[in-house]
């Protein structure tokens, strides 16, 4: 158990719909990653918050976004869903950032009907 | 631009074999770091190791063992006896400075050990 938690395990929606997925980073640890797990594309990083502010961005679409909260957990918006979004959702923090070791929640798997 | 390649996409072996997995990367840093990660079937992704690039130290964990050769931009990971527990998908990573320290993985090597 990395330490880091998320919800929902699971999520089964419509195309064209909105979801929030919420992470839990692990206690102390003040950086939040998220990535997205295809089998297309692989393991694809795709933001980065340190402590409430956005630190780095990746391959994320304009349709996705997100935050993280003074508490630090981290909340990712996927909306106008499609198909080609279906994938395991992962978030990961460590506390600091740079040359730290990410460790990996369990991850929300997303499937877009 | 980082990249890290893995370029076995399943290994099978039979329990108690010694399997190695390749990990080649390309990076024009000269500080930067390399993982290794596993992902079960039941699909969290567990942190095996982290090497900086200054230490080429080798290292022994158990059944598992990390050669790391900045000469051929390699770091192969072996598992030694394998068991079926180990059966996973294992991926390689790497960040570096300029890349924002933000990893990049390899595409995984799906490891499937029988008994």
């Known amino acids: 158990d990395s330490g880091v938690t998320q919800t929902p395990k699971h999520l089964i929606t419509a195309t064209g719909q909105r979801v929030t997925l919420r992470c839990s980073p692990r206690s102390g640890d003040l950086s939040v990653y998220w990535y997205q797990q295809s089998l297309d594309q692989g393991l694809q990083f795709l933001i980065q918050y340190y402590n409430g502010e956005e630190r780095a961005k990746g391959n994320i679409l304009e349709r996705f976004s997100a935050q993280q909260f003074p508490d630090l957990h981290s909340e990712l918006n996927l909306s106008s869903l499609e198909l080609g979004d279906s994938a395991l959702y992962f978030c990961a923090s460590s506390v600091e950032i740079d040359t730290d070791t990410q460790y990996f929640g369990p991850g929300t798997r997303l499937t877009v009907l | 631009a980082q990249k890290v390649t893995q370029a076995q996409t399943e290994i099978s072996v039979v329990e108690k074999e010694d399997v190695t997995l390749d990990c080649v990367y390309e990076t024009r840093d000269t500080t930067y770091y390399l993982f290794w990660y596993k992902q079960p079937p039941s699909g969290e992704l567990v942190f095996l190791i982290r090497?900086?690039?200054?230490?080429?130290q080798n290292e022994i964990s158990g059944r598992y063992s990390w050669n790391f050769q900045k000469s051929t931009s390699s770091f192969n990971f072996t598992i030694t006896a394998s068991q079926v527990v180990d059966s996973a998908v294992y991926f390689c990573a790497l960040s570096e400075v300029g890349g924002s320290y933000i990893p990049t993985f390899g595409r995984g090597t799906s490891l499937i050990v029988h008994p």
């Open positions: 090497r900086n690039s200054f230490d080429e």
